[in-house]
Protein backbone atom coordinates (compact mmCIF):
# COMPACT_ATOMS: atom_id res chain seq x y z
CA UNK A 1 0.00 0.00 0.00
CA UNK A 2 1.45 3.13 -1.25
CA UNK A 3 2.43 5.54 1.83
CA UNK A 4 2.19 3.12 4.27
CA UNK A 5 5.73 3.04 4.88
CA UNK A 6 5.18 6.48 6.07
CA UNK A 7 2.63 5.82 9.36
CA UNK A 8 4.60 5.24 12.33
CA UNK A 9 1.26 5.27 13.97
CA UNK A 10 0.20 2.51 11.71
CA UNK A 11 3.07 -0.19 12.45
CA UNK A 12 2.24 0.51 16.36
CA UNK A 13 -1.49 -0.63 15.54
CA UNK A 14 -0.55 -3.82 13.38
CA UNK A 15 1.80 -4.90 16.57
CA UNK A 16 -1.15 -4.42 19.17
CA UNK A 17 -1.10 -8.58 19.28
CA UNK A 18 2.07 -9.12 19.61
CA UNK A 19 3.53 -10.68 22.75
CA UNK A 20 6.60 -11.27 25.02
CA UNK A 21 6.06 -15.02 23.42
CA UNK A 22 7.11 -13.53 20.30
CA UNK A 23 9.97 -12.44 17.55
CA UNK A 24 9.30 -9.43 15.51
CA UNK A 25 11.64 -8.64 12.53
CA UNK A 26 11.63 -4.99 11.00
CA UNK A 27 12.97 -4.80 7.15
CA UNK A 28 13.90 -1.66 5.95
CA UNK A 29 17.02 -1.28 2.47
CA UNK A 30 16.89 2.48 3.44
CA UNK A 31 16.76 2.02 7.35
CA UNK A 32 14.58 4.53 8.00
CA UNK A 33 11.10 3.59 7.37
CA UNK A 34 8.49 5.45 10.12
CA UNK A 35 6.30 2.26 10.13
CA UNK A 36 8.99 -0.35 11.09
CA UNK A 37 9.79 2.08 13.78
CA UNK A 38 6.59 1.99 14.98
CA UNK A 39 6.31 -1.30 15.21
CA UNK A 40 9.81 -2.50 16.90
CA UNK A 41 8.66 0.45 19.65
CA UNK A 42 5.26 -1.07 20.15
CA UNK A 43 6.68 -4.73 20.17
CA UNK A 44 9.60 -3.78 22.55
CA UNK A 45 7.35 -2.61 24.75
CA UNK A 46 5.17 -5.51 24.95
CA UNK A 47 8.55 -7.65 25.72
CA UNK A 48 8.96 -9.03 22.52
CA UNK A 49 12.54 -9.51 21.13
CA UNK A 50 13.30 -7.48 18.65
CA UNK A 51 14.99 -7.21 15.35
CA UNK A 52 15.84 -4.83 12.32
CA UNK A 53 17.67 -6.24 8.62
CA UNK A 54 18.60 -3.17 6.94
CA UNK A 55 20.64 -1.85 3.77
CA UNK A 56 22.10 1.09 5.68
CA UNK A 57 24.83 0.35 8.50
CA UNK A 58 24.23 3.66 10.17
CA UNK A 59 20.32 3.17 10.59
CA UNK A 60 18.88 4.69 13.18
CA UNK A 61 16.29 1.84 13.58
CA UNK A 62 19.48 0.02 14.82
CA UNK A 63 18.50 1.44 18.56
CA UNK A 64 15.25 -0.11 18.33
CA UNK A 65 15.88 -3.38 18.12
CA UNK A 66 18.06 -5.87 19.94
CA UNK A 67 19.72 -7.42 17.41
CA UNK A 68 20.60 -5.33 13.36
CA UNK A 69 21.71 -7.03 10.73
CA UNK A 70 23.08 -4.42 8.43
CA UNK A 71 23.59 -5.70 4.64
CA UNK A 72 26.08 -2.98 3.27
CA UNK A 73 25.29 -3.19 -0.15
CA UNK A 74 26.16 0.27 -1.42
CA UNK A 75 24.58 2.21 -4.03
CA UNK A 76 21.99 1.25 -6.48
CA UNK A 77 22.92 0.90 -9.92
CA UNK A 78 19.56 2.78 -10.79
CA UNK A 79 19.51 5.64 -8.09
CA UNK A 80 16.31 5.63 -6.30
CA UNK A 81 15.17 2.13 -5.90
CA UNK A 82 15.66 -0.11 -3.08
CA UNK A 83 13.97 -2.73 -5.23
CA UNK A 84 17.53 -4.24 -6.51
CA UNK A 85 20.15 -5.28 -4.67
CA UNK A 86 19.39 -3.79 -1.12
CA UNK A 87 15.90 -5.38 -1.34
CA UNK A 88 17.55 -8.73 -2.78
CA UNK A 89 19.88 -9.01 0.44
CA UNK A 90 16.86 -8.67 2.67
CA UNK A 91 15.39 -11.54 0.74
CA UNK A 92 18.84 -13.86 0.67
CA UNK A 93 19.27 -12.80 4.87
CA UNK A 94 15.40 -14.15 5.23
CA UNK A 95 16.18 -17.28 3.18
CA UNK A 96 19.11 -17.82 5.71
CA UNK A 97 16.95 -17.17 8.75
CA UNK A 98 14.32 -19.85 7.80
CA UNK A 99 16.58 -22.34 6.92
CA UNK A 100 18.54 -21.98 10.21
CA UNK A 101 14.84 -21.86 11.28
CA UNK A 102 14.03 -25.51 10.21
CA UNK A 103 17.11 -26.81 11.02
CA UNK A 104 17.16 -25.73 14.59
CA UNK A 105 13.16 -26.90 14.88
CA UNK A 106 14.37 -30.79 13.94
CA UNK A 107 12.33 -29.94 10.50
CA UNK A 108 15.22 -31.36 8.73
CA UNK A 109 17.62 -35.01 8.12
CA UNK A 110 21.16 -33.97 7.05
CA UNK A 111 20.17 -31.65 4.01
CA UNK A 112 16.71 -32.80 3.39
CA UNK A 113 13.17 -31.71 4.21
CA UNK A 114 12.23 -34.01 6.86
CA UNK A 115 8.30 -32.79 7.00
CA UNK A 116 6.89 -32.14 3.34
CA UNK A 117 3.09 -32.27 2.60
CA UNK A 118 1.99 -34.18 -0.61
CA UNK A 119 -0.12 -31.76 -2.23
CA UNK A 120 0.70 -32.74 -5.79
CA UNK A 121 2.57 -35.35 -7.92
CA UNK A 122 5.86 -33.68 -7.73
CA UNK A 123 5.86 -33.46 -3.98
CA UNK A 124 4.73 -36.83 -3.74
CA UNK A 125 7.52 -38.41 -6.12
CA UNK A 126 10.17 -35.76 -4.29
CA UNK A 127 9.02 -37.44 -0.48
CA UNK A 128 9.74 -40.96 -2.38
CA UNK A 129 13.49 -39.32 -3.61
CA UNK A 130 14.22 -38.45 -0.40
CA UNK A 131 14.16 -41.40 1.17
CA UNK A 132 15.73 -43.18 -1.40
CA UNK A 133 18.46 -40.52 -0.45
CA UNK A 134 19.15 -40.63 3.18
CA UNK A 135 18.35 -44.32 3.48
CA UNK A 136 19.86 -45.79 0.10
CA UNK A 137 16.98 -48.04 0.05
CA UNK A 138 15.13 -48.65 -3.61
CA UNK A 139 11.71 -46.77 -4.31
CA UNK A 140 9.54 -50.54 -4.03
CA UNK A 141 10.76 -50.13 -0.31
CA UNK A 142 10.67 -46.71 0.11
CA UNK A 143 6.90 -46.43 -1.45
CA UNK A 144 6.06 -49.53 1.29
CA UNK A 145 7.65 -48.13 4.27
CA UNK A 146 5.47 -44.84 3.32
CA UNK A 147 2.29 -46.17 2.59
CA UNK A 148 2.71 -48.56 6.59
CA UNK A 149 3.49 -45.08 7.74
CA UNK A 150 0.07 -43.42 6.83
CA UNK A 151 2.47 -41.08 4.24
CA UNK A 152 3.95 -39.22 7.06
CA UNK A 153 7.16 -38.40 5.52
CA UNK A 154 9.13 -38.31 9.08
CA UNK A 155 7.52 -41.88 10.38
CA UNK A 156 8.56 -43.30 7.18
CA UNK A 157 12.08 -41.64 7.07
CA UNK A 158 12.51 -43.16 10.82
CA UNK A 159 11.21 -46.22 10.44
CA UNK A 160 13.55 -46.92 7.62
CA UNK A 161 16.74 -45.52 9.14
CA UNK A 162 16.51 -47.43 12.21
CA UNK A 163 15.05 -50.48 11.16
CA UNK A 164 11.87 -50.43 13.34
CA UNK A 165 8.28 -50.99 12.55
CA UNK A 166 5.86 -47.34 11.65
CA UNK A 167 4.36 -47.60 14.86
CA UNK A 168 7.90 -48.01 16.62
CA UNK A 169 8.91 -44.68 14.28
CA UNK A 170 6.08 -42.48 15.43
CA UNK A 171 6.41 -43.12 18.94
CA UNK A 172 9.64 -42.65 19.04
CA UNK A 173 8.92 -39.42 17.08
CA UNK A 174 6.43 -38.53 20.05
CA UNK A 175 8.79 -38.52 22.46
CA UNK A 176 11.32 -36.57 20.64
CA UNK A 177 9.08 -33.62 19.76
CA UNK A 178 9.02 -34.64 15.97
CA UNK A 179 12.38 -34.15 15.51
CA UNK A 180 13.71 -36.94 13.32
CA UNK A 181 17.68 -37.38 14.57
CA UNK A 182 16.47 -37.45 17.86
CA UNK A 183 14.00 -39.86 17.31
CA UNK A 184 16.02 -42.10 15.34
CA UNK A 185 18.40 -43.05 18.98
CA UNK A 186 14.98 -43.60 20.70
CA UNK A 187 13.93 -45.77 17.93
CA UNK A 188 16.93 -47.23 17.75
CA UNK A 189 16.92 -48.03 21.51
CA UNK A 190 13.63 -49.71 21.35
CA UNK A 191 14.95 -51.96 18.60
CA UNK A 192 17.81 -53.24 20.93
CA UNK A 193 15.76 -53.55 23.62
CA UNK A 194 13.19 -55.63 22.09
CA UNK A 195 16.21 -57.86 20.96
CA UNK A 196 17.65 -58.02 24.01
CA UNK A 197 14.12 -59.40 25.71
CA UNK A 198 13.63 -62.37 22.59
CA UNK A 199 17.34 -63.54 23.60
CA UNK A 200 16.69 -63.46 27.17
CA UNK A 201 14.53 -66.37 28.52
CA UNK A 202 11.70 -65.51 31.07
CA UNK A 203 11.28 -62.12 29.25
CA UNK A 204 7.85 -62.33 30.17
CA UNK A 205 9.32 -61.10 33.85
CA UNK A 206 11.15 -58.07 32.92
CA UNK A 207 11.00 -54.91 34.00
Known amino acids: VEGAEDDAAGGAADAAGVTAADLVIGLSASGR ?22 CNPGSPLRSLA ?9 P ?20 GF ?12 SNL ?9 KLRVRRVRM ?14 VLTQAGGDLPTALVALLAGVGAQQAREA ?12 GVAQQ ?7 SKEIPGRGQLS
Not at 40 to 47: P, Q, V
Not at 66 to 74: F, L, P, Q, S, Y
Not at 190 to 196: K, P, Q, T, V, W
Open 66 to 74: RVAIAADTG
Open 113 to 121: MAEASATND
Open 98 to 109: STALMVRLGKTY
Open 33 to 54: TPYVAGALTASARRGAFTAVVT
Open 76 to 95: EAIAGSTRLKATSALKLILN
Open 131 to 144: LREASGADEAACEA
Open 190 to 196: MSALLRL
Open 173 to 184: LNATDGTVRAAL
